[in-house]
């Protein structure tokens, strides 16, 4: 499930640039490509899809950073409270270059690259 395009407004009110896919022409754009879009615009990729940070993780990418939506009963309101809570509490600096995962009970962090343990 796609995130909501009432996320990207809801970014947009905070001060932050945000758009959604839809916005763009690019909502049939596959996973790789919207990496390659996140690249080359400089953005942080919101998603509920943990495909995203595999392929981090797996070319050894360092950008672009990715938001992963780990909850259930994932409304645009329930979306956006969490996001809410991670932006009062990570730095943009902290955020750009990592994949964080947002889950109900807690938020994971992990920067880029991911090197193998």
């Known amino acids: ?3 909501s395009p ?9 001060g932050y640039d945000a758009i959604h896919l839809f916005e763009v022409s690019q909502i049939t754009a596959t996973d790789s490509e919207i990496i390659e879009m996140g690249k080359k615009q400089n953005r942080i990729i919101l998603t509920m899809d ?11 990418a360092s950008i ?12 645009v309101d ?11 509490t990570f730095t943009e600096g902290k955020i750009k270059n990592s994949v964080i995962v947002i889950e109900e009970t807690r938020i994971r962090h992990r920067p880029l690259p991911i090197k193998s343990e």
């Open 1 to 3: 499930m796609p995130l």
């Open 6 to 14: 009432k996320t990207a407004k809801f970014l947009l009110s905070l």
């Open 50 to 60: 943990l495909d995203f940070g595999t392929i981090l993780a797996h070319t050894g």
């Open 64 to 75: 672009p950073g990715v938001i992963i939506f780990r909850i259930r009963y994932a409304t």
């Open 78 to 88: 329930r979306v956006n409270f969490y996001l809410k809570k991670l932006l009062g």
